[in-house]
């Protein structure tokens, strides 16, 4: 596995060794002691997630305020930008976000610890995103941030504006976040 460090040392990208040939490939999406040996990842994993979605479509920027999660996300249809946003008040990276091309095709993974806000936006006609949690899933801690805070100036790669859902349309900026220590 090679690891990949990004401008923010705790979100990592990760790139598994595919082994292929002319009947296809294979690779291992999921390995605790390689995580743990090649990129320091210990966390336990609880909860697998799989969502499809159209072009367009952007959904983010989520976290849980209690039972925070971390993820490691990839992407096995399609393709996606996919950010992360340090609010972890106390980081001297507090408030930047790092993006990262996930697709089908680079096989690439993305490791976003706990204390960061996450989301992606679709780039190809549909995706289909795979996500392991360190935590469970708890409607009642979510917060979303506005994928579109000025004060954030992520450089979503868009065509027009995003298909967004309810909640995603209501994110608070940055400022007015319940955010961690």
């Known amino acids: 596995m090679n690891v990949i460090k990004t401008e923010i040392p705790d979100v990592l990208i990760l790139e598994p060794k595919v082994f292929g040939d002319s009947r296809g490939f294979f690779f291992e999406s999921y390995n605790q002691r390689l995580l743990a040996d090649e990129a320091g990842i210990t966390d336990s994993f609880v909860q697998d997630n799989h969502s499809r979605s159209a072009r367009n479509v952007l959904r983010g920027l989520h976290y849980q305020l209690r039972q925070p999660q971390g993820k490691l996300v990839r992407v096995v249809a399609g393709s996606v930008f996919d950010v992360a946003v340090d609010i972890r008040r106390s980081s001297p ?3 930047r976000w790092v993006g990262i091309q996930l697709s089908a095709e680079n096989r690439r993974m993305a490791w976003i610890p706990q204390g960061f806000a996450h989301g992606f936006l679709v780039l190809s006609e549909f995706a289909e995103f795979l996500y392991k949690t360190t935590d469970f ?7 979303s941030i506005a994928w579109d805070d000025a004060d954030l100036r992520i450089a979503w790669p868009l065509d027009g504006m995003p298909m967004l859902s309810v909640k995603d349309k209501t994110g608070v900026r940055l400022k007015a976040a319940e955010v961690f220590d």
Do not use: K
């Open 93 to 95: 990276t507090f408030g």
């Open 137 to 143: 899933w708890a409607p009642a801690n979510e917060r």
